[in-house]
């Protein structure tokens, strides 16, 4: 068996840690934050709720322009409960994984109908909506009221698993060991600052492929370079293939739907993608997802 290389990751030492990180992070961030229109201090808790859904899994180039374009059409939960989900699909456009649309939705009209048309700011409420997670509810009870939460994203969870315990990547689920290194670097005052500047780090220097190390804040004490980098040990970490899968052809039959503003013949379905048998496969999961209805008259439309 070979022995791990650099710390392991039980190795970190909690006490002593924080000040040692935080200060030299807090500066960094203070000079080199993205102007983000959600992290302005005129951010709604609304735009700021449907920030963090659209950012899962998605660059913030691509979605600058639909957050901005949501907010034109839908300035309140209100505004967006009013409106079928379908136009909450259609709106979303091609930002992928189009069921965090359906769960904006339904988070709007949960809003309304429980929460007098405000964005609850207890975590234990956000956590409730629909399709909302523990980092969701952490990160807009933090960035919207100020709360003083855990917030764990992929960037924040690479950081740390970096600069404390000196590993390439963390686990491929957060474990109790980073939670309580997370919860050990929690400022007693403005934590919600300190979230979002471990999560810009890890955006824009500690990237997954190719770390900026020559740019880190904290590169002289980082336990990651101070143990020589070493390289990953775990299972291999491959990238999602997108060309030829079922995502792509679920996208194409969606674009279809949003396009057409109305009911679709099956033909114009079957015309934008060639697998027959892939092709009903992801026209049957759309359906069972709530993206799209089937008409009694055989034709398909987005969900009314």
Same mark, same amino acid.
């Given at each position: 068996?070979?022995?791990?290389? !650099? ?78 989900? !379908? ?60 709360? @003083? ?53 890890? /955006? ?23 143990? !020589? ?20 052809? @679920?996208?194409?039959?969606? /674009? ?22 892939? @092709? ?23 969900? !009314?």
């Amino acid at each position: 068996m070979t022995a791990r290389r !650099g710390p392991t990751r039980h190795s970190f030492k909690l006490p002593g840690v924080s000040l040692s990180l935080r200060e030299p992070i807090l500066n960094w961030y203070a000079e080199k934050a993205r102007d983000l229109p959600w992290r302005r201090p005129d951010a709604t808790s609304w735009g700021i709720l449907v920030s963090e859904i659209m950012l899962q899994q998605t660059p913030v180039a691509r979605v600058l322009p639909a957050w901005e374009a949501w907010l034109r059409r839908w300035p309140t939960p209100a505004d967006l409960a009013a409106e079928p989900p !379908g136009e909450a699909v259609r709106q979303w456009g091609r930002l992928g994984y189009p069921r965090r649309a359906l769960n904006l939705h339904a988070c709007a009209r949960r809003i309304v109908a429980e929460h007098g048309g405000e964005v609850p700011s207890r975590y234990e409420e956000l956590r409730a909506l629909p399709g909302v997670g523990d980092y969701t509810a952490a990160a807009v009870a933090s960035f919207a009221f100020g709360g @003083r939460h855990v917030v764990l994203d992929t960037n924040v969870r690479r950081v740390l698993a970096r600069a404390v315990q000196g590993v390439r990547y963390p686990a491929r689920a957060t474990t109790a060991a980073e939670r309580r290194i997370a919860e050990s670097l929690l400022p007693a005052v403005d934590a919600p600052r300190w979230a979002v500047a471990v999560m810009e780090l890890g /955006a824009l220097v500690c990237t997954a492929r190719s770390p900026r190390c020559a740019d880190c804040p904290i590169i002289d004490r980082c336990a990651w370079r101070l143990a !020589g980098c070493p390289d990953h040990d775990g299972p291999p970490r491959r990238g999602q293939a997108y060309a030829g899968t079922d995502r792509q052809c @679920r996208g194409r039959l969606l /674009a279809v739907l949003r396009q057409a503003h109305g009911p679709v013949p099956k033909a114009a379905l079957d015309a934008a993608w060639d697998d027959p048998v892939q @092709r009903e496969r992801a026209l049957d999961g759309l359906v069972a997802d709530g993206l799209a209805e089937v008409l009694e008259d055989g034709t398909y439309r987005l969900p !009314g």
